[in-house]
């Protein structure tokens, strides 16, 4: 192997000698975080197996059983542990069906973010000259603008052009390339600074003089050894993108109530609050809650974990 391929595959190996998953047992709230989070991903996936009841499935609902309580409350009945939402709806299932549609959500706009902005802050910091400035300026407009109020804006406009019922259809994948799109300069911006520090090295010279091309540079020598913070800022983008969806789901303009979201489900339960139906939007709010702080919890363990000051350290 030459210089520059070894250089540009030194970083994993500092990873794996640096031990990430005996570190993670060391960090006791980190370990818990990611325990919990596994838990939730994989009751997330299993939802459609799991859940006692298919909350998409009309033909499952009864409005005779809609507000009824959780199993430590007075008049719950067995079949629904967590109790039911106004439609009649079993809220056990609602809540997995929640946690599977933000779970999706989140990975897939922050995959679409990570690659666009990893895209064009390689070819920023690469490259330079006109397309630094090119990109750096829509970076800098884009970020002018909140991500959220962004997203409300085009969501509006697009409900409105399409229609409800196309709308409903579509909604998951606009909230992917809507929330998406919203938040690549962050990538592009980290990139970049990253990019400039090291493609003046000798390794990058090396690579250029055995005659690679740019791409091949850029992606196997370049980017391993800038990947660091980008995977730290693609893990909090998840819970912020979580948040986000739940948010334009609990203002109406996210996924339909038909197709349950722990953000929609938290708005059709507040209606209820005042009347003494908490469970309705109370317990989504917990899984919503549990979900983020778990995420950002094992961000920050990750953030320390990739520090350059901390490599060679033991826990």
Same mark, same amino acid.
């Given at each position: ?216 540079? #850029?992606?196997?020598? !370049?980017?391993?050894?800038? $990947?660091? &913070?980008? @995977?730290?800022?693609? =893990? *909090? ?35 209820? #609050?005042?009347?003494? !139906?908490?469970?309705?939007? $109370?317990? &989504?709010? @917990?899984?919503?809650? =549990? *979900? ?24």
């Amino acid at each position: 192997m030459n210089a520059a391929k070894y250089h540009g595959h030194h970083v994993w190996r500092r990873f794996r000698r640096q031990q990430l998953w005996r570190q993670l047992k060391a960090n006791k709230t980190a370990f818990v975080s990611a325990i919990i989070l596994l838990t939730l991903g994989a009751l997330a996936l299993l939802a459609p197996w799991i859940s006692p009841f298919d909350p998409t499935n009309m033909q499952q609902q009864n409005i005779m059983d809609a507000e009824l309580p959780p199993f430590w409350q007075p008049g719950n009945e067995s079949r629904f542990l967590l109790g039911t939402d106004g439609l009649g709806r079993d809220l056990l299932s609602s809540i997995l069906y929640g946690l599977k549609n933000s779970l999706w959500i989140g990975f897939w706009a922050v995959l679409l973010q990570f690659s666009l902005g990893t895209s064009l802050g390689l070819c920023a910091g690469y490259f330079g000259g006109w397309a630094d400035r090119i990109i750096m300026s829509l970076a800098d407009f884009q970020l002018t603008f909140s991500s959220l109020m962004l997203a409300i804006l085009v969501l509006a406009i697009t409900r409105a052009a399409m229609g409800a019922h196309d709308y409903h259809i579509w909604s998951p994948w606009l909230l992917v390339i809507v929330l998406g799109l919203a938040d690549w300069p962050q990538y592009a911006r980290t990139l970049r600074a990253s990019v400039l520090a090291e493609k003046h090295k000798d390794y990058i010279a090396a690579a250029q003089v055995l005659g690679y091309k740019s791409r091949h540079i #850029m992606v196997f020598h !370049i980017l391993p050894n800038t $990947l660091s &913070p980008l @995977l730290v800022i693609a =893990t *909090l983008q998840i819970a912020h993108v979580i948040l986000a969806e739940a948010a334009l789901s609990f203002l109406g303009i996210g996924m339909p109530y038909a197709n349950p979201s722990l953000g929609g489900l938290m708005g059709a339960g507040f209606e209820y #609050m005042l009347s003494g !139906i908490w469970w309705i939007a $109370l317990l &989504p709010g @917990l899984a919503l809650l =549990t *979900l983020l702080l778990s995420i950002n919890l094992v961000a920050d363990w990750l953030r320390d974990a990739l520090d350059p000051k901390n490599l060679g350290q033991r826990p």
